[in-house]
Nanobody, 123 residues
Framework: QVQLVESGGGLVQPGGSLRLSCAASGSIFRINTMGWFRQAPGEERELVATITSGGSTNYTDSVKGRFTISRDNAKNTVYLQMNSLIPEDTGAYYC?????????????????RGQGTQVTVSS
């Protein structure tokens, strides 16, 4: 059906930057809102940022001014540019997409999530 694959995580020092990517593939008709979640150990999953197909964005307060979400609709890919990283940004980052896709000759809707990529901010 639809697969999401994240990349770009890693270990970075406080104040550093990382760029996450998430590519969607499969029997996609259209992708509506895409977003990034994160989950730190022992914490609940947190919505970090979202972007609509038209480019409207929203961010959780803790990342405003530091993170930028963007997308390339031609490539079915969403990005998360993370600057001025702090240790509290550490966690597993997952992308999510609301997708209209083909299945059995019919159009269906569904939410899909990637497998996650780890971001660790530490000196």
């Amino acid at each position: 059906q639809v697969q999401l694959v994240e990349s770009g995580g890693g270990l970075v020092q406080p104040g550093g930057s990382l760029r996450l990517s998430c590519a969607a593939s499969g029997s996609i008709f259209r992708i509506n809102t895409m977003g990034w979640f994160r989950q730190a150990p022992g914490e609940e999953r947190e919505l970090v940022a979202t972007i609509t197909s038209g480019g409207s964005t929203n961010y959780t307060d803790s990342v405003k001014g530091r993170f930028t979400i963007s997308r390339d609709n031609a490539k079915n890919t969403v990005y998360l540019q993370m600057n001025s990283l702090i240790p509290e940004d550490t966690g597993a980052y997952y992308c999510n997409a609301a997708v209209i896709y083909w299945s059995g000759g019919q159009l269906r809707t569904g939410d899909f999530r990637g497998q996650g990529t780890q971001v660790t901010v530490s000196s």
